[in-house]
C-alpha cells in the first residue's frame, strides 16, 4: 500500500516540495499510524523547509507538524489508543501526509461534536496562547491585554481567549481585514502597526498602560508594545514571526519595574499545565472558543498554502484537506 505524500528534497523555499507516492508507514514501539484528515501549516514548517529552523531535518523529510485524523493501527506499548479513535497530534515533520506516524504520548483525543478541520487548527495556537495567558502572563479579568499579530493563529487564538477570560484585548495586526476579525472574536482596540507610529496609537489606546503584552511577532513591534505596560507589566514573548530577534533597552525594564518572559510548554508546572488542559478542553467541546480557519487547501497545494504562511497573509489557520 501507498500513500501520498508532501516531500521536501532539499532546503529553499515551499517552491521546492513536491507529492509522491511513498510505501504506508509501519508504527514501531510507542508509536500509532492516523490516517491524517486534516494537518495545520504553520510558520515553523516555512523555517524547517529552509534549514533556518532551531532544530534541523536531513531532507528528504515530509514536513508538517500538526493533524487530525484517525487511528489505524498501534505499536507496542500504546495502550490507550485503538483504530477508529478521532485524534489530533503534534511533531517536528511528517504531517502533510495521508498517513503519519506520532508517538502515543503525542497524540489527544478529539472531544465529540468537534470536526477534523477545527481539531486541527485548534491545537498547537490555541494551547500556546492559553498556557501564555493563564500561567505566563497570569491575566484577571478586567486586565488589558495587548497582542501583537492578532491576526495570525496564535494571536488570534489569544485575543479570543483573553476576551473569554475577561481581559481588555488591543490587537496590533498589518491589515484591515485581520483586525475586523480580531475585532469579531472580542478586540475592543484595534491598530494597524503600519498605519503610522505603534507607541503613539498604543498610548492612545492605553494611556494608563496595559498589564500584558503576548508577543509571537518580535522585530520592531516589541519594543514599542513593551514601552506600552504599566508599571510591574509582563512581556510574554513567544516566537519571531517578523524574522528578526528585539534588543530591548534593558533600562526601561529597571524603570517600570517589568516583566519579560518566555513561554515554553515545559516550563509550565505541571499543577497548572493540567488545570490548563482541561480548561482549554472544556473551552473546545462547549463551543465557547472556536479557530478562525481562513484557508483550506488540498494536499497538492502545500507549496501554495506555505507561501500564504511566510508571507503573512493568512488570517487565522491555514489547513490542508487530506479528503479531497
Known amino acids: 500500500m501507498t500513500v501520498r505524500a508532501v516531500v521536501c528534497p532539499e532546503y529553499g523555499t515551499p517552491d521546492v516540495l513536491r507529492l509522491e507516492q511513498r510505501p504506508a508507514p509501519v508504527p514501531s514501539t510507542g508509536?500509532?499510524?492516523?490516517?491524517?484528515?486534516?494537518?495545520?501549516?504553520?510558520?515553523?514548517?516555512?523555517?524547517?523547509?529552509?534549514?533556518?529552523?532551531?532544530?534541523?531535518?536531513?531532507?528528504?523529510?515530509?514536513?508538517?507538524?500538526?493533524?487530525?485524523?484517525?487511528?489505524?493501527?498501534?505499536?507496542?506499548?500504546?495502550?490507550?489508543?485503538?483504530?477508529?479513535?478521532?485524534?489530533?497530534?503534534?511533531?517536528?515533520?511528517?504531517?502533510?501526509?495521508?498517513?503519519?506516524?506520532?508517538?502515543?504520548?503525542?497524540?489527544t483525543r478529539i472531544p465529540d461534536g468537534v470536526d477534523y478541520h477545527t481539531a486541527a487548527a485548534f491545537g498547537v495556537a490555541y494551547r500556546t496562547a492559553y498556557h501564555s495567558l493563564r500561567s505566563v502572563a497570569r491575566i484577571r479579568p478586567g486586565d488589558t491585554v495587548i497582542v501583537l499579530g492578532a491576526g495570525g493563529g496564535v494571536g488570534l487564538a489569544a485575543v479570543q481567549l483573553a476576551v473569554t477570560l475577561g481581559a481588555e484585548v488591543v490587537a496590533v495586526a498589518s491589515s484591515a481585514a485581520k483586525l475586523a476579525t480580531a475585532h469579531s472574536y472580542g478586540a475592543t482596540h484595534l491598530i494597524d502597526h503600519r498605519n503610522g507610529d505603534l507607541r503613539?496609537?498604543?498610548?492612545?489606546?492605553?494611556?494608563?498602560?496595559?498589564?500584558?503584552?503576548?508577543?509571537?511577532?518580535?522585530?520592531?513591534?516589541?519594543?514599542?508594545?513593551?514601552?506600552?505596560?504599566?508599571?510591574?507589566?509582563?512581556?510574554?514573548?513567544?516566537?519571531?514571526?517578523?524574522?528578526?530577534?528585539?534588543?530591548?533597552?534593558?533600562?526601561?525594564?529597571?524603570?517600570?519595574?517589568?516583566?519579560?518572559?518566555?513561554?515554553?510548554?515545559?516550563?509550565?508546572?505541571?499543577?497548572?499545565?493540567?488545570?490548563?488542559?482541561?480548561?482549554?478542553?472544556?473551552?473546545?467541546?462547549?463551543?465557547?472558543?472556536?479557530?478562525?480557519?481562513?484557508?483550506?487547501?488540498?494536499?497538492e497545494q502545500a507549496a501554495a498554502a506555505l507561501h500564504e504562511v511566510a508571507a503573512g497573509r493568512a488570517v487565522g489557520k491555514i489547513l490542508l484537506d487530506l479528503d479531497t
Open 31 to 107: 508509536q500509532v499510524r492516523v490516517r491524517v484528515h486534516a494537518a495545520a501549516v504553520n510558520f515553523p514548517d516555512v523555517l524547517l523547509i529552509g534549514g533556518k529552523y532551531q532544530i534541523t531535518v536531513p531532507p528528504p523529510f515530509v514536513p508538517g507538524s500538526e493533524f487530525a485524523g484517525e487511528v489505524v493501527e498501534s505499536g507496542l506499548d500504546c495502550a490507550g489508543f485503538a483504530a477508529g479513535d478521532r485524534v489530533t497530534g503534534t511533531g517536528l515533520y511528517g504531517a502533510f501526509a495521508d498517513q503519519v506516524l506520532c508517538p502515543a504520548a503525542n497524540l
Open 200 to 299: 503613539e496609537q498604543l498610548r492612545t489606546a492605553v494611556p494608563d498602560g496595559a498589564a500584558a503584552v503576548l508577543d509571537p511577532v518580535g522585530g520592531d513591534l516589541s519594543e514599542p508594545a513593551l514601552r506600552s505596560l504599566a508599571r510591574g507589566g509582563r512581556f510574554v514573548t513567544i516566537g519571531y514571526a517578523a524574522g528578526t530577534v528585539p534588543r530591548i533597552p534593558l533600562n526601561l525594564v529597571l524603570v517600570k519595574g517589568l516583566h519579560i518572559l518566555g513561554f515554553q510548554f515545559r516550563d509550565i508546572p505541571p499543577e497548572e499545565f493540567t488545570r490548563n488542559e482541561e480548561e482549554l478542553t472544556g473551552l473546545l467541546s462547549s463551543g465557547r472558543v472556536s479557530p478562525h480557519i481562513g484557508a483550506v487547501f488540498p494536499l
